[in-house]
């Protein structure tokens, strides 16, 4: 149990490395990078879900889980209004797919914003602290 949560907990600290690991595997077993990618994408969505509330916490001390949800759920509104707008049925599917990217890409977004400022409020600290 120790070696699982190990494990999990690399991947919740660094979810790239996920992202990373499943391409190369992808890639070797299917031959096609593009599939490769968005499955990747998949997998590394999730794990963003849960490491950004983690890492605002840790940096901030403030509890941002239901805030997260909020905004996913909220996300999830827009597009689906959205969607429906544009084609009047919709393929639930190739919603979710869609849907699952974009989070991808605004959850990667937000966590490249939260490291390089956790960074950048490591590298201040010392200083501010003398």
Known sequence: MNMLQTIISVF??????LFIMVVIIEVK??????KA????????????????????????????GFATAA????????????????????????????LWRIYFIGLSALYIIIFVVG??????QPIISL
Request: proline share 3%.
């Open 71 to 98: 905004i996913l759920v909220i996300v999830a509104s827009f597009f689906t209004i959205g969607a429906w707008r544009h084609t009047q049925e919709l393929k639930f599917s190739l919603w979710f797919k869609k």
């Open 119 to 124: 960074l950048l409020f490591m590298m201040v």
């Open 29 to 34: 077993r299917t031959k096609q990078l593009a």
């Open 37 to 64: 990618v968005g499955r990747a994408a998949d997998g590394t969505t999730l794990l963003l879900i849960f490491a950004i509330p983690l890492y605002v916490e840790a940096l901030t001390g403030y509890a941002v």
């Open 12 to 17: 919740l600290f660094c979810p790239f490395l």
